[in-house]
């Protein structure tokens, strides 16, 4: 089955500790994102990557960090300076940003992260 | 300033009428618009696009309508049915990025 796996589905932060969410497609899809969704709140992107060792920031970066080693792999840390990180963590990816036809975006099924 | 708004009010029918969700925007001149579906803890599926050109479009019971001048979409579900029920979000794409709407949620009564 063709999709985007995202782990763990919930994940417990303490303080001052990064942790990393994990994104996996298998799409072959060249770009992929980084949402994070506050109840009541549009999406809000945090980091996106059109190719494999490269990535932007988006709205949000600060606190967050990216690697994008493998055109398969998106992983998204959330460091200790991300002082409120409690929210909804989508990963997405698009056959090409830039393209109507091509920028639909296929969703994860997310990650809940909250502070202990 | 730049925006894209949703009715943040969740929207109530009954089964068997048809909904009429808004997004409206400012700011923003863009090509093309999509409509997303959200159902809770999942992430969103994409539903339809419609481009600037395009005045409306359809798949199956949905119904979306593009308003460049009103700057607004609709988005209809005719004949609803309550496994229609959850959050309906549009985006566009601004400053060269996908910008998403808060959403709506849809609850479907049978």
């Known amino acids: 089955d063709g999709g985007i796996t995202q782990s763990p589905k919930y994940l417990f932060r303490k303080e001052g500790q990064n942790v990393t969410l994990s994104c996996e497609q298998n799409l072959n899809h060249d770009a992929m994102y980084w949402y994070r969704q506050d109840p009541g709140q549009g999406l809000r992107l945090i980091y996106y990557s059109q190719i494999v060792n490269d990535f932007q920031k988006g709205d949000i970066a600060e606190g967050y960090s990216v690697s994008r080693e493998k055109k398969e792999s998106f992983p998204l840390t959330v460091t200790s300076a991300q002082k409120n990180p409690t929210a909804f963590y989508l990963c997405?990816?698009?056959?090409?940003?830039?393209?109507?036809?091509?920028?639909?975006?296929?969703f994860g099924s997310g990650t809940q992260l909250s502070v202990l | 300033s730049q925006k894209i708004e949703q009715n943040s009010e969740a929207l109530n029918i009954q089964e068997g009428k048809t909904a009429t969700l808004t997004c409206n925007y400012t700011n923003y001149s863009p090509a093309y618009l999509q409509w997303y579906r959200q159902d809770p803890g999942r992430g969103p599926v994409f539903l339809l696009l419609?481009?600037?050109?395009?005045k409306e479009k359809r798949k199956e019971r949905l119904k979306v309508t593009f308003d460049t001048t009103l700057k607004q979409s609709l988005f209809h579900i005719t004949a609803s049915q309550p496994a229609d029920s959850a959050t309906y979000l549009c985006a566009l794409r601004g400053g060269g990025k996908l910008i998403f709407g808060q959403g709506t949620e849809l609850s479907v009564k049978p």
């Open positions: 997405a990816s698009s056959t090409r940003q830039g393209s109507a036809t091509n920028e639909k975006l296929f």
């Open positions: 419609i481009r600037e050109n395009e």
